[in-house]
Every structure is written in C-alpha cells, then in structure tokens.
C-alpha cells in the first residue's frame, strides 16, 4: 500500500512540473503586432500578452526559455 501511494505521489509530481526548453539565438524579426520574435534559426517564438516588445531589439543575441505546454516564452535574456 505504501509502495502504490508513493508511486503515485511521484507520478502526480512529475505531471505537475512544468516543462521548459531553452534556445539561444540572434533575434531577427520583433513584431509587437502578435507580441512575437524570429530568431536566426527561422522560428517563431510567441510572448505572453503582458511581454514589453519595445525592449527587445534586432540583433540582440539572446537566451529564451518557451514553456514546453503553452508554447509561450517564459523568459529573454541575455546571451553573454
């Protein structure tokens, strides 16, 4: 009995967490209009509504973190 409940715990935990995958890139294209950024690979990453496009420039080389299950970008920083 124990060993279930704890196999489930587990399983619970493991589904709650957020998946996040990083890319790093040069930002190509900003487009306030759709609140999105192209980097250099051709991709499109989709900010969140409350994002602050007129920071983000052309150029700029960057690290973004999307959330694996909204598709949106959870952060943008700077590539040292």
Known sequence: MKKTL?????LLALLSTAYAATV?????AVDPETKSIT???GKIYQLPPEAAVDQLSVGA??????DDTTGL???IESAA
């Open 6 to 10: 704890a196999t489930a715990a587990a």
């Open 24 to 28: 790093q890139g040069t930002i190509q």
């Open 39 to 41: 980097l250099d690979d």
């Open 61 to 66: 080389n960057v690290v973004v973190t999307v």
């Open 73 to 75: 970008v959870t952060s």
